[in-house]
């Protein structure tokens, strides 16, 4: 079934423990749409990039099947640019520098043959500008998953209930859902979420996994355990794009179903962060995919009858 | 099939953001002790106490099937203390007094009929003492399950490798896997440390769940996700006296059946946080242990099945 991305198309420069990039291309809606395409090749991509953004990472995206139609060009104007460095642990980074360029008056348009696509994802945005997106659909998604921050929270929580009360699932990480909330467990936290609208939450803990939520069941997925962490950027978006794609390529959004897709989702985010960038997400084979998942299988899984 | 528990029987005085206790009974040998008593009840205690330690908590430990006539009673003296502050994450605590009393000159005497258990599990305390429990032993156990701290990497490296060389299991937590290995990745602390001797290593992380590897393999179990966490102390202790317990009663050291060890050992340890010290774990029955690890089974077990 086809599938809507909205989000950031993005200039990232990383400093990691192992390294740094200059400008690399990446993006929220970028690592969702790569990780999407492995699973789907109807996706849709609304988004905005100055004209400083470079036609062979256009391309690259239309490699990977992503229908780019939706993505603006400002003539004059500059991509938005994020710069960050990790700490040693990983699990921290300090922000550098955000240039929001384009971002700032960014109107998404939905290009008229995506208004009705089954899946909408909603990569981290202005929360308005994910709203307007909604709105813009000419029927209701079968699905529609959204992601967000702590800034949005600091600067637009009103903004932003309003706009978490229109999705089926939310995905956000652990720190957020517990401000979010205001709870610092994440079971009570979960339930208070489940009460402002969305049927699903995801709570995401990096190298610690991810819980699925919904208002009877709790599903947790591991990360895998990896040798090095090259780089986090874009694993969350990376999980979130393996999500939504597992879904919308198997069209079943049964709570069983979103137990594989995690674990899917997670398959893909272990490749994301074994490479600076997008690099280790382009021209992954399926074997490839699979031989990640199998590892998935192997690490959680485990046979007991109980008696009673 | 028998099991040895060594370590440490004590008073602890906890402090959470729950509320806060006298002394009351703690100590790595009573939890070990009260969670292997849900699987096998041929357990024989080797630990000290002063003559200030009640009957009745001795009582209550011979009331779970444990064999106590391998506690000393040191009659004059005083029983090992601790107190402790946890902050308000849970994860992180400060020692506020530790007073050794009984502990400082302990030297372990296993009893003529607990020489020959099968399974032997050292609870954390000085590793030359540990070393001497094993040499007493009539016959190599089936199984030797070693938990340590940091505090003895500080202080004790040389003499804590020795022990560790001795060991089939060693369980230590992820900050002093990176410790003992000097490595970041738990992957390559894992494959460092199994250099040292042993032929497998749990390592636990809290909330985060447990990693047991060996050098082909690795899995991977989640804590349960709980409401509120009361009280973490002990929760480490009574982990792996589920492991050993399910171990010992099974009769099955393959690494098949450490995973379903290492499950209920994750069960008997979410009963452990839900009240301080050891209530929780005085007086459950089989169904409430089977309850908890159904909640693991359908919090973690999924069905994918790849077509390659």
Not at 50 to 63: H, S, T, V, Y
Not at 155 to 170: C, F, N, P, Q
Not at 215 to 233: H, M, R
Request: contains cysteine; charged residues 20%; proline residues 3%.
């Amino acid at each position: 079934m086809s599938l809507l991305v909205v989000g950031t198309v993005a200039f990232d420069a990383i400093e990691t423990p192992f390294g740094k990039t200059d400008k690399i291309v990446g993006g929220a809606a970028t690592y969702i749409g790569l990780s999407a395409s492995y699973f789907t090749n109807k996706i849709n991509l609304v988004s905005v990039v100055g004209e400083d953004f470079p036609q062979e990472a256009i391309d690259m995206l239309k490699n990977h099947k992503i229908n780019t139609s939706g993505l603006q060009i400002k003539k004059g104007e500059k991509t938005f640019f994020w710069s960050g460095k990790y700490h040693n642990d990983m699990n921290t980074r300090d922000t550098l520098a955000t240039e929001l360029n384009v971002l700032m008056n960014f109107n998404p348009i939905v290009p008229e043959d995506a208004k009705n696509c089954d899946f909408l994802m909603l990569g981290n945005l202005m929360p308005a500008i994910q709203r307007q997106v909604v709105e813009q659909m000419s029927k209701r998604p079968k699905l529609i998953v959204m992601d967000t921050m702590n800034f949005w929270m600091d600067s637009a929580m009103d903004e932003l209930k309003k706009t978490i009360a229109m999705v089926d699932v939310l995905a956000i990480n652990d720190a957020e859902a517990r401000q979010l909330s205001g709870e610092y467990s994440l079971v009570k936290a979960a339930q208070k979420i489940l009460e402002m609208g969305p049927k699903y939450l995801i709570i995401k803990k990096g190298e610690h996994g991810a819980l699925l939520f919904n208002k009877q069941q709790v599903f947790f997925a591991p990360a895998l355990p990896l040798e090095d962490v090259f780089d986090p950027t874009g694993a969350g978006d990376t999980f979130a794009g393996g999500f939504i794609g597992y879904l919308a390529q198997t069209e079943d959004i049964s709570f069983e179903n979103m137990k594989r897709a995690i674990i899917f989702g997670s398959a893909m985010a272990s490749f994301c962060v074994e490479k600076f960038g997008t690099e280790k997400l382009i021209g992954l084979t399926q074997e490839q995919v699979d031989e990640r998942v199998q590892e998935f299988i192997d690490l959680v899984q485990f046979d007991i009858s109980l008696v009673s």
